[in-house]
Antibody
Framework: QVTLKESGPALVKPTQTLTLTCTFSGFSLSTSAMRVSWIRQPPGKALEWLARIDWDDDKFYSSSLKTRLTISKDTSKNQVVLTMTNMDPVDTATYYC????????????WGQGTLVTVSS | DIQMTQSPSSVSASVGDRVTISCRASQGISSWLAWYQQKPGKAPKLLIYAASSLQSGVPSRFSGSGSGTDFTLTISSLQPEDFATYYCQQASSFPYTFGQGTKLEIK
């Protein structure tokens, strides 16, 4: 059974760095073709893809946010970590991690999401 | 970046109706398209991948079609649990992008 769960601070101040952790089970990121992404959704708005990390440590980022994002993995802990620097109130959103399916580069399993509010 | 445009933005329908939602890509994406359903306060759920493949466990009243730039999600006979927001997503090239969503409401 595949599960993912996001964790991190619910509130961050403007200019601070956000660190989110995705802890998953039911698959291994050391297995060929396994990939995990981060996606966010501001309140009442659409989904926005942020980053992806692959089993072979390839990394891909949103073009508009790539200077602020870093994605990494700890295979031994079954975790993927996303850091976002210089947080702004417009970054207030629910942040999801999701596994990418082997068959079609779609997101087949999602975490429950974690709401991050940026406010002083 | 590839822009994904959904239409309509919202639609009202009744239980039993047939509903179609469209998604257009700003450039060709072959069949690298997925559809998701999202209910309030919940994570999105994968319905369709590779434009027309039904995800395991998803009812057969959901179907997807299209390739290139124009895609369609069809719900053949709406059930009460289908009222939600639907998103398309392209996986042809980075960055992955989503449509703005279509809210399906009860008439």
């Amino acid at each position: 059974q595949v599960t993912l769960k996001e964790s991190g601070p619910a509130l961050v101040k403007p200019t601070q760095t956000l660190t989110l952790t995705c802890t998953f089970s039911g698959f291994s990121l050391s297995t060929s073709a396994m990939r995990v992404s981060w996606i966010r959704q501001p309140p009442g708005k659409a989904l926005e893809w942020l980053a992806r990390i692959d089993w072979d440590d390839d990394k891909f980022y949103s073009s508009s946010l790539k200077t602020r994002l870093t994605i990494s993995k700890d295979t031994s802990k079954n975790q993927v970590v996303l850091t976002m620097t210089n947080m702004d109130p417009v970054d207030t959103a629910t942040y999801y991690c999701a596994r990418i399916s082997v068959s079609g580069y779609s997101f087949d399993y999602w975490g429950q999401g974690t709401l991050v509010t940026v406010s002083s | 970046d590839i822009q994904m445009t959904q239409s309509p933005s919202s639609v009202s329908a009744s239980v039993g109706d047939r509903v179609t939602i469209s998604c257009r890509a700003s450039q060709g994406i072959s069949s690298w398209l997925a559809w998701y359903q999202q209910k309030p306060g919940k994570a999105p759920k994968l319905l369709i991948y590779a434009a027309s493949s039904l995800q395991s466990g998803v009812p057969s009243r959901f179907s997807g079609s299209g390739s290139g730039t124009d895609f369609t999600l069809t719900i053949s006979s709406l059930q009460p649990e289908d009222f939600a927001t639907y998103y398309c997503q392209q996986a042809s090239s980075f960055p992955y992008t989503f449509g703005q969503g279509t809210k399906l409401e009860i008439k």
